[in-house]
């Protein structure tokens, strides 16, 4: 089954909040270990394993990246949610426990997925072209709602987001040193670009446990929310940037984000002016400009 069209409207070519959709196409994965919806331009991904406390599995893996490319590719979509199953009370806590004993059991790393994974934001810069790291490929804002304990995987992944809004008490981790495991996925790399040094080398090298509290006072927070308030404040921020920002400067403008921690001042500045130029002439500049003076939503056509 197909979803009924969500996106620009055909008789104005604007873009147009939808109502809630379960993404059916050809080549969807049959979706176990997540759950995916759109509504008024928002892509939720829900991690889906309550009973493991949505633990990270290879399957799973395979099915967030199947979502995050249909979401990136999705014209319907603006904003991308990701949260985790509030029946686990967790966001994400880490790996499962029996993909460890596979690992040591078999005396060698196993991802757990096949060649033809998804590859969502691979191909823009050759620095985003690894895991998790193809989070910075995307053209889309990806919001982490972490309801629950992230540790491991689960903290790697609420790194990668652009955004994090959290429920108070949560406990994060990186986990590694207690598995005889290098810091993983790159959070040597991101980590202290999000808390500084001296946050990070505590967090990494202690493998320590920290509260949401302290994640917030680090920097690596957004805001700190109510679990009651939790979806619901993260939902009208998405719809804020879905409505309120226009598709053409979100996309480069997250793109001018992680390249430009690659290259110095001077290059950020000469990119910046060449975008500018190009953007400029897009018909969402007049339509920004004329919606601000009429005071009235955008009809963004992206």
């Not at 599995?57 to 967030?64: I, K, L, N, Q, S």
């Not at 790159?186 to 808390?195: A, D, K, N, T, Y």
């Not at 500045?269 to 009429?294: C, F, N, Q, S, T």
Request: aromatic letters at 8%; glycine letters at 8%.
């Amino acid at each position: 089954m197909r979803a009924t069209p969500c996106c620009p409207s055909s008789r104005t070519r604007s873009w147009r909040p939808c109502a809630i959709i379960l993404l059916r196409r050809e080549n969807r994965v049959d979706l176990k270990a997540i759950r995916y919806k759109i509504e008024d331009g928002i892509a939720t991904i829900t991690l889906a394993r309550p009973m493991r406390r949505n633990a990270w599995t290879g399957r799973m893996h395979t099915e967030y990246r199947w979502a995050l490319a249909e979401a990136d590719t999705d014209r319907a979509v603006r904003v991308i949610v990701v949260t985790g199953d509030p029946e686990g009370n967790a966001f994400c806590a880490g790996a499962d426990m029996a993909a460890l004993e596979g690992h040591s059991e078999k005396g060698r790393y196993d991802s757990g997925t096949d060649a033809d994974i998804a590859k969502p934001g691979y191909g823009v810069a050759k620095e985003f072209d690894a895991t998790f790291a193809y989070h910075f490929g995307l053209t889309k804002p990806v919001i982490a709602a972490i309801n629950g304990a992230a540790a491991g995987v689960g903290l790697v992944l609420a790194a990668f987001a652009d955004l994090r809004f959290s429920v108070p008490g949560a406990k994060f981790t990186a986990a590694h040193g207690r598995f005889n495991f290098p810091a993983e996925f790159g959070l040597s790399w991101v980590l202290p670009r999000i808390v500084g040094l001296t946050h990070a080398n505590d967090i990494l090298l202690s493998s320590r446990v920290f509260t949401a509290e302290e994640a917030m006072a680090m920097g690596f927070l957004n805001k700190l929310l109510p679990a009651d308030e939790l979806m619901p404040h993260v939902m009208g921020y998405a719809r804020k940037l879905a409505g309120g920002v226009s598709p053409g400067s979100l996309r480069e403008t997250k793109k001018q984000i992680y390249t430009d921690l690659h290259r110095d001042a001077a290059g950020a500045v000469a990119a910046a002016e060449r975008l500018l130029e190009d953007m400029i002439k897009h018909p969402d500049y007049r339509e920004g400009v004329k919606a601000w003076l009429e005071k009235r939503s955008p009809e963004w056509r992206g």
